[in-house]
């Protein structure tokens, strides 16, 4: 192919590196949400953020939004966009935001409201719609392009991320800033698609999930346990010729370990609840639980005799199969599960030795 007959390439620059990308996508899920709460009144908002790739709003909403409901929001979006409203950023005291949240009757904004630290700031979309906001914004709704905005797709989500709270529905966006960079964002995800790892384990037989064993807990079969054994073998000879040292450590144990390392008072609501059937169950007289992580096992390996300075740096490898209780509307596929097996190491080394360790650990 001649120079001039190759295709343009597009650029699709990274959330993290274009400042104005991330107000793209902030404003544009403001516009959705006024957009929301035009054709459902009884729609309150929640939080939206940007996101890497696209935006989403999560909302309470008496019905549940479809399909046909996406595509009448982003007609809406379209109308607000082209109404080419300024996007007004205002500082205004607690009581005062106070006072407007409780005369529109957003019950979510005012929970917001009790966590924000003053300046409390608000942004405006023209003078019909608001929300509680810390930025950033475009300062215009022209400055968002239709042709590059897409809805994409709905999910259930809990308030707070808390499942004995209310249930919530998200919808997901994606902006970008031209109408090129949404047509590869999208042409990307369909290449991703056919790549995804829940479908290929499926077609290939390599993994499956099933309700009586519980979700999250994937069971390998005999074709994928092959695959991971090798993979396994493979990284297990690349560790031992890198000095490290493999230990095998058990699947629960008693919850003062993980008062001590800090784990139960940072992550209790992430671990699964002590063992226990009823008031008699010897495992619930001793406090043992599901180890959510295996670094307090492995230091008590180190922990179990006395260390010269000369035994470091020392180097514990293991596969260690671990248990969180993800939320039911966080899992997905192998990416997102309750039972995993990880390939974790912890390294005891002196201050000295810390630079050498770090930098050799990429070789």
């Given at each position: 192919?001649?120079?001039?007959?190759?295709?343009?390439?597009?650029?699709?620059?990274?959330t993290?590196?274009?400042?104005?990308?991330?107000?793209?996508?902030?404003?544009?899920?403001?516009?959705?949400?006024?957009?929301?709460?035009?054709?459902f009144?009884?729609?309150?908002?929640?939080?939206?953020?940007?996101?890497?790739?696209g935006?989403?709003?999560?909302?309470?909403?008496p019905?549940?939004?479809?399909?046909?409901d996406l595509k009448?929001?982003?007609?809406?979006?379209?109308?607000?966009?082209?109404?080419?409203?300024p996007?007004?950023?205002?500082?205004?005291?607690?009581?005062?935001?106070?006072?407007?949240?409780?005369?529109?009757?957003e019950?979510?904004?005012l929970?917001i409201?009790?966590g924000?630290?003053?300046?409390?700031?608000?942004y405006?979309?023209?003078?019909?719609?608001?929300?509680l906001?810390?930025?950033p914004?475009?300062?215009?709704?022209?400055?968002?392009n239709?042709?590059?905005?897409?809805?994409?797709?709905?999910?259930?989500?809990?308030?707070?991320?808390?499942?004995?709270?209310?249930?919530?529905?998200?919808?997901?966006?994606?902006a970008?800033?031209?109408?090129?960079?949404l047509?590869?964002?999208?042409?990307?995800?369909?290449?991703?698609?056919?790549?995804d790892?829940?479908?290929?384990?499926?077609?290939?037989?390599?993994?499956?999930?099933?309700?009586?064993?519980?979700?999250?807990?994937?069971?390998?079969?005999?074709?994928?346990?092959?695959?991971?054994?090798?993979?396994?073998?493979?990284?297990?000879?690349?560790?031992?010729?890198?000095?490290?040292?493999?230990?095998?450590?058990?699947?629960i144990a008693?919850?003062?370990?993980?008062?001590?390392?800090?784990?139960?008072?940072?992550?209790?609501?992430d671990?699964?609840?002590?063992?226990?059937e009823?008031?008699?169950d010897r495992?619930?007289?001793?406090?043992?639980?599901?180890?959510?992580?295996?670094?307090?096992f492995?230091?008590?390996i180190?922990?179990?005799?006395?260390?010269?300075?000369?035994?470091?740096?020392?180097?514990?490898?293991?596969f260690?199969?671990?248990?969180?209780?993800?939320?039911?509307?966080e899992?997905?596929?192998?990416?997102?599960?309750?039972?995993?097996?990880?390939?974790?190491?912890?390294?005891?080394?002196?201050p000295?030795?810390?630079?050498?360790?770090?930098?050799?650990?990429?070789?």
């Amino acid at each position: 192919m001649a120079q001039s007959e190759q295709p343009e390439k597009i650029h699709l620059p990274r959330t993290s590196e274009s400042e104005q990308l991330k107000k793209i996508r902030h404003t544009a899920s403001h516009v959705m949400a006024m957009a929301v709460q035009k054709l459902f009144p009884k729609a309150q908002v929640t939080i939206g953020p940007w996101i890497e790739s696209g935006f989403y709003y999560d909302f309470d909403n008496p019905e549940p939004f479809t399909e046909k409901d996406l595509k009448a929001i982003k007609k809406e979006m379209i109308k607000i966009i082209n109404r080419k409203l300024p996007v007004i950023r205002e500082e205004v005291s607690r009581e005062e935001a106070e006072r407007r949240i409780k005369a529109v009757h957003e019950p979510y904004k005012l929970e917001i409201l009790e966590g924000l630290e003053e300046p409390i700031t608000i942004y405006h979309l023209g003078e019909q719609w608001w929300d509680l906001c810390a930025g950033p914004h475009v300062e215009n709704t022209i400055d968002l392009n239709p042709e590059a905005i897409d809805l994409e797709s709905l999910a259930g989500a809990y308030w707070r991320g808390d499942e004995t709270k209310a249930q919530l529905q998200r919808i997901y966006g994606t902006a970008w800033e031209t109408p090129e960079q949404l047509a590869e964002h999208k042409r990307r995800k369909e290449e991703a698609l056919k790549r995804d790892h829940r479908r290929l384990g499926r077609e290939l037989g390599l993994f499956i999930f099933s309700d009586q064993v519980g979700p999250g807990l994937p069971l390998w079969t005999p074709k994928g346990t092959v695959l991971r054994s090798t993979l396994e073998d493979f990284l297990k000879q690349e560790q031992l010729k890198r000095g490290y040292l493999p230990v095998v450590t058990p699947h629960i144990a008693r919850i003062d370990l993980f008062k001590t390392s800090g784990h139960w008072q940072k992550y209790k609501e992430d671990m699964f609840p002590m063992m226990a059937e009823d008031d008699d169950d010897r495992l619930a007289e001793q406090g043992f639980v599901l180890k959510p992580m295996n670094c307090p096992f492995h230091i008590q390996i180190y922990k179990s005799d006395l260390r010269s300075y000369r035994e470091l740096p020392m180097r514990l490898a293991e596969f260690g199969t671990v248990y969180r209780y993800e939320q039911s509307g966080e899992l997905g596929g192998l990416t997102r599960v309750r039972g995993f097996t990880v390939d974790d190491s912890h390294l005891f080394v002196t201050p000295e030795q810390l630079d050498d360790e770090f930098l050799t650990s990429w070789i």
